[in-house]
Structures are given as structure tokens and as C-alpha cells.
């Protein structure tokens, strides 16, 4: 692959990379809906706030999410359609267990 897409290599580890944590991985299959914040993460992903705030830093920090200020609270949301279209495809296959 990065012989084909060279400018593309380090993007694409990179993306995979964050994908392979479980917080990150259930934080971008939850943005897959829409738009969240901090808290609306918090109900579904057992861990506490901070350490979600720590992952979504990461995530914006490689490109994978963008963040919207409305008064006081921060949305996210994934920045590329093309990542939205490898998360669907992801969950579809964890639905055909093997």
C-alpha cells in the first residue's frame, strides 16, 4: 500500500492505530450517529469524562475528529465521510461473528 500511496501511509497508521484502542474505537462508532459531546459519551463508554476528553484530543490531534464550539460545551464529530463508511463496515462485520 504505501508504495502505491506514499502520502497516504502515515495517515492511514495512524487512523488504524487510534481505531485499535477500545475508548477510541467506541467513541468513533458512536459519532458514526452524529455529532457529541463529553457527556453524551460518558453514558455509554464506562470510563470517566477525563479520559474521554484524553481520547478525543488524540483523535482530533490526527485528523480524525473536528470539534464545534456552542456556548459552553464542545461537539465533536468525524472530520472524513470516508472514515464514517470504514466504521459501518466495521460494525457490520462484528455483526457476522464468525
Known sequence: MAEEY????DYITKL????????????????VEGEKNV???S????????????HLKILEKNNILKRRRA???????????????LIKEIKKICKEKP
Do not use: H
Not at 6 to 9: G, K, T
Not at 17 to 31: D, N, Q, T, Y
Not at 43 to 54: L, R
Open 43 to 54: 453514558a455509554k463508554i464506562p470510563t470517566t469524562k477525563g479520559n474521554i476528553s484524553q
Open 6 to 9: 506514499p502520502e497516504n501511509a
Open 71 to 85: 456556548g459552553n460545551k464542545i461537539f465533536y464529530s468525524i472530520s472524513n465521510k470516508k472514515i464514517v463508511k
Open 16 to 31: 488504524l492505530e487510534c481505531l485499535s484502542f477500545p475508548v477510541r474505537l467506541m467513541i468513533i462508532c458512536s459519532l
Open 39 to 41: 457527556g453524551n459519551f
